[in-house]
């Protein structure tokens, strides 16, 4: 069965809220806007990761301000996400995602313009679009990946010799861990829910200081609320927390 990751561009609802209804989107304004660039890079981000990784590719969706990969193999999404949020990061795209695993399909997609239309059919469908889209809204907070259950399961099974995993809960490790670019991390304590159980960390072997440098950039951009601040705060605790247990594992293993 596939493999699905969702992405979702952090904030922009508020950005729309705050612009005036009579407002005209076709302008030299709007095109400079930063939002505008910042959904640009949200695209290029998604072409670099799915050229990097081609391989178990099924079915890109990308609309607006969100998108999905569908891989059929576990090795090639994480590696495929991962770099998409590396890339979301270094382009200052404030980004979350949800990873999910189960059934998909795909009846048809059509797109059809004229002068005074467009429409656009999308049809496609499964369990583990769900799942990952549940995974990507579960209330935790970040430019972060969580991964629902049924995926940490299959991520972190033991004969998956080729995959990364840290269980952070018995300090054990899977094949490449610290090495890989996306790296599965079990959520202990109160991170953990009973339907989103991991949670990707995608820095490979970056410092750190260049994700915090990059959420610094991101807030400059996009100045949170009172409650939009808590997505940078969980972001900086996500990087240090990825960073501390990639240095500890890597000296243990030295």
């Known amino acids: 069965m596939p493999y699905a990751v969702f992405f979702d561009i952090l904030g922009t609802s508020r950005i729309f809220l705050n612009i005036s209804d009579e407002y005209e989107f076709d302008c030299p304004e709007w095109e400079n806007h930063n939002y505008t660039k910042t959904r640009r890079n949200f695209h290029r981000s998604l072409q670099i990761a799915t050229e990097v990784v081609p391989q178990g590719l099924r079915f890109i969706a990308s609309f607006s301000d969100c998108a999905y990969l ?47 239309s467009i429409s656009t059919e999308a049809s496609f469908f499964g369990s583990a679009l769900v799942r990952a889209h549940a995974a990507e809204q579960c209330g935790l907070k970040g430019f972060r990946v969580f991964v629902d259950a049924s995926a940490g399961q299959t991520l972190t099974e033991k004969n998956k010799e080729d995959l990364a995993y840290i269980d952070e809960s018995t300090m054990e490790e899977g094949i490449r861990a610290g090495t890989a670019p996306a790296i599965v991390i079990q959520l202990v304590g109160e ?25 610094d950039m991101i807030e400059l951009i996009f100045p949170p609320d009172e409650y939009a601040l808590e997505h940078y705060i969980s972001s900086r605790k996500a990087i240090h927390h990825f960073e501390l247990l990639r240095d500890n594992f890597l000296s243990l293993s030295s």
Do not use: K
Not at 192 to 211: M, N, P, Q
């Open 70 to 116: 569908i891989y059929d193999d576990a090795t090639s999404l994480l590696l495929a996400t991962g770099v998409a949020m590396q890339n979301f990061y270094q382009t200052l795209v404030p980004v979350r995602g949800g990873i999910g695993y189960g059934n998909f399909g795909v009846d048809r997609v059509v797109h059809a313009s004229s002068i005074r």
């Open 191 to 215: 991170s953990a829910l009973s339907f989103v159980t991991h949670e990707l960390s995608f820095i490979g072997r970056d410092h750190a200081e260049l994700y915090l440098r990059a959420i």
